[in-house]
């Protein structure tokens, strides 16, 4: 390897590692700071920006945790997954997985899911909605074996925890309690520029689970548990679901 | 548009189009209300539109109306010894050719190796093995886009032992070699000439005054030791002083005004800008 690779990967490795040592050698001397003082400006740089960019889409959940816990966290993430992408916006949108496996905490779970979900369905493309007048004249048969797409914006949450009243409260400027655990399920979805968080009940979830897998309708509606609720609503979910636009064309 | 005019000072006849601010979210609803008159044009970060859904591109077609709107990146890494990101340069491409903004910009810079992006504008050992790597680049980068790009001299924390060409002859060797414009920020030659003893003043007169499309200013932190470009502030008395030594030697070349941390109030932004306006007027009426 010549020289100009090698000293790039010699100062990518210490940024990574946070080990200025070896790439501070080939620093000029400065009559105010050594070497390993000027690499540790880009360490401490790549740290604070990354940190930023996952504080900037986890409010919520830096106010429940605490800076502290926050940080010691999203810096674990960092180590764990330098990033790869040129898009600083998308960074931070695996972090909520990383909070589940990491934290220890199911609500701080629940919480950082809804967080990033809202940070990515904010960021995802805009989709055409499906015309209900595709639906209509269908025979059971064949609206029973058709598959829709979801939205593109859109995300179905299930949680332990109801923390899309919290998060309401939280951004209210109040400082809420941690809940009792109790299921809420969530739609999540961009429409023009605002994200909007639609609550659902456990039946309607499952089968919208199921329709954005894309299994067919019969299948997504084939919820023993549930017969009656979906006999029930089927009808008035699929307005509302068509109305607000949850399938893409 | 204020102070608009027309001027053919660098060599690719590009314009002189103002004072110009960064477009920022927190000042989106009040730019599109008001259509400010006092601001002659905006600057986008490349990357926060890039990706983003039809809105943000309508959004960037409406302002497009009444303001030019200059494209400047991050993420480009055309330092880096990683293959060029086509996929990053084809949708560079698919938004310039939206846009159309007047030029297009990035750093002398790279942001990472082996796939891994730090999202930091990393310093450039300035020897010949990587002039050569880096002019090739740049070649590719405007044969990819079809367009002429502009590189912004970074604010720098360190200087690599092997670097045997100062950063404003590389900068002007690059230039020349690759048939590229600048963009002379005028803060980041400060902060790096404290940061490592050189003089401001021999950086600025080094700079081919012919290739200098656009300026920037912004504010910085100085912490005894060093100083860093945060952009989080007033432009500095000492940089007013410097970007006023630039107008003079240089001429009247397109300003804007970086400020992307601790926003202020738009009034506050637009004053900064007047004050920059100012500024270069009082050096062409003196002249």
Redesign the interface.
């Known amino acids: 390897m010549s020289a100009f690779p090698k000293l790039l990967d010699e100062f990518h490795t210490a940024i990574l590692t946070g080990d200025a040592k070896p790439a501070a050698k080939s620093v000029k001397k400065n009559p105010r700071l050594a070497p390993d003082q000027q690499v540790a400006i880009y360490i401490d740089g790549y740290r604070l920006r990354l940190t930023q960019a996952i504080r900037s889409d986890y409010p919520a959940l830096l106010a429940l945790l605490g800076d502290e816990a926050f940080d010691r966290l999203a810096l674990a993430y960092i180590e764990a997954n330098p990033p790869e992408g040129y898009n600083l916006d998308r960074y931070p949108h695996p972090f909520a997985a990383f909070v589940c496996a990491h934290a220890n905490d199911a609500f701080a779970s629940d919480l950082a899911a809804l967080e990033g979900a809202i940070a990515e369905v904010f960021m995802m493309a805009e989709s055409e909605p499906l015309d209900p007048s595709a639906l209509g004249g269908l025979s059971p048969e064949a609206f029973g074996s058709l598959t829709l797409k979801p939205r593109h914006a859109s995300r179905v949450l299930a949680l332990d925890y109801p923390v899309d009243d919290w998060l309401s409260a939280q951004r209210a400027g109040n400082v809420p309690a941690r809940p009792e655990k109790n299921p809420a399920f969530l739609y999540v979805y961009r429409h023009q520029n605002n994200v909007q968080r639609v609550p659902l009940s456990e039946a309607a979830y499952m089968v919208l689970e199921r329709l954005f897998r894309e299994l067919p309708v019969s299948e997504a509606l084939d919820i023993p548990e549930h017969e009656n609720t979906i006999a029930a609503n089927l009808q008035a979910w699929f307005a509302e679901w068509m109305a607000k636009g949850f399938f893409r064309q | 548009m204020a102070g608009f005019f027309v001027s053919m000072e660098n060599r690719f006849a590009y314009p002189d189009i103002g004072f110009g601010l960064g477009l920022r979210s927190p000042h989106y609803d009040t730019i599109l209300e008001h259509r400010p008159k006092k601001i002659d044009w905006f600057e986008i970060i490349s990357?926060?539109f890039?990706?983003?859904?039809?809105?943000y591109w309508d959004f960037l077609a409406d302002l497009r109306r009444d303001y030019p709107m200059v494209m400047h990146g991050v993420?480009m890494?055309i330092?880096?010894?990683d293959c060029l990101?086509l996929d990053?340069l084809k949708k560079l491409k698919a938004l310039a050719d939206f846009l159309q903004p007047p030029w297009l910009s990035d750093h002398l810079c790279?942001?990472?190796?082996?796939?891994?992006?730090?999202?930091?504008l990393?310093p450039v050992?300035y020897?010949e093995?990587?002039l050569r790597?880096i002019v090739e680049r740049i070649k590719k980068v405007q044969d990819i886009l079809g367009r002429r790009i502009l590189l912004e001299n970074p604010s720098i924390?360190?200087?690599?032992?092997?670097?045997g060409i100062t950063e404003w002859d590389f900068l002007a060797r690059m230039s020349e070699d690759a048939d590229c414009g600048l963009l002379l920020d005028v803060n980041n030659v400060y902060v790096s000439a404290f940061?490592?003893?050189y003089d401001a003043k021999k950086y600025i007169d080094a700079i081919p005054s012919d290739r200098v499309v656009q300026i920037h200013l912004a504010g910085h932190k100085n912490y005894?030791?060093?100083i860093?470009d945060t952009h989080d502030a007033h432009v500095l008395d000492d940089v007013w002083k410097l970007y006023e030594y630039t107008i003079a030697t240089k001429g009247k070349v397109s300003t804007m005004v970086e400020w992307d941390d601790n926003i202020p109030a738009w009034d506050v932004l637009v004053a900064e800008l007047e004050k920059a306006r100012s500024v270069a007027q009082n050096v062409r009426k003196a002249a």
């Open positions: 990357e926060n890039m990706e983003a859904h039809k809105g993420g890494s330092g880096s010894t990101n990053y790279w942001t990472g190796v082996h796939g891994k992006n730090t999202h930091d990393l050992p020897t093995e990587s790597h924390y360190l200087e690599f032992t092997v670097s940061n490592h003893g005894g030791t060093h860093i």
